[in-house]
């Protein structure tokens, strides 16, 4: 299975942008890329996925790289409930098969 | 929709025990996961289900670990005997058949001492 790499952990601060990076440098072409994120004593909610083209939901966006090698997982204005351990994902597109979580990267927010 | 459903939400056990954990599926969602989280390991995949078939097993540490899914609305995790390293999180999650999205139930928090 292709793996991701993501840092352990990142800082922000309320209010601002947050850039969550992953790299993917094994992925084949057909993975898509998705994000979950797990709150503080929840499980894991799937943020948003995607395979070439950069992607946008109410939750976040996703810019893919040209070569599909990296992503990043963009929150556009980081709130205090956004503070959670982000996961990047790699997925092939059909069947039933496992979701593989690495360790993720632990975001906290700053008030 | 309720969601993915977990019960109970905590286990307090004694080790040599039975421990069953139970989980509701989202309504219409034919497969269904459960995961094990502990703070050295992170989130393991234990084994996925299909149409209620058993696809991957490779994640149950051992014997002591089975599930079975008897109907598209119902799973069970049991752990016979159970031990003190077995405490963790378990979580079940379900997806539709787009397979695109998975949903995580609240979790069961399992000690056993």
């Known amino acids: 299975d292709a793996k991701t790499t993501q840092p352990n952990s990142m800082e922000s601060n309320e209010e601002e942008p947050v850039h969550l990076p992953c790299n993917h440098s094994?992925?084949?072409?057909?993975?898509?890329i998705h994000w979950y994120r797990q709150l503080p004593s929840q499980g894991p909610e799937y943020v948003i996925h995607?395979?070439?083209s950069n992607v946008n939901n109410r939750m976040a966006s996703l810019a893919i790289a040209e070569d599909r090698k990296s992503s990043t997982l963009i929150l556009h204005r980081a709130t205090l409930r956004d503070a959670a351990v982000y996961y990047c994902?790699?997925?092939?597109?059909?069947?039933?098969?496992?979701?593989?979580f690495g360790q993720g990267t632990r975001l906290t927010i700053n008030p | 929709d309720a969601g993915v459903i977990q019960s109970p939400r905590h286990e307090v056990t004694e080790m040599g025990q039975e421990v069953t954990l139970r989980c509701k599926p989202i309504s219409g969602h034919n497969s269904l996961f459960w995961y094990r989280q502990t703070m050295m390991r992170g989130l393991e995949l234990l084994i996925y289900f299909n149409n209620n078939v058993p696809i991957d097993d490779s994640g149950m540490p051992e014997d002591r670990f089975s599930a079975k899914m008897p109907n598209a609305s119902f799973s069970t995790l049991k752990i016979q005997p159970s031990e003190p390293r077995d405490s963790a999180v378990y979580f079940c999650?379900?997806?539709?058949?787009?397979?695109?999205?998975?949903?995580f139930g609240s979790g069961t928090q399992l000690s056993v001492l």
């Open positions: 094994t992925i084949s072409g057909t993975d898509y």
């Open positions: 994902i790699l997925k092939r597109p059909r069947g039933a098969q496992k979701l593989v």
């Open positions: 999650a379900s997806s539709g058949t787009t397979f695109e999205k998975l949903f």
């Open positions: 995607g395979l070439t």
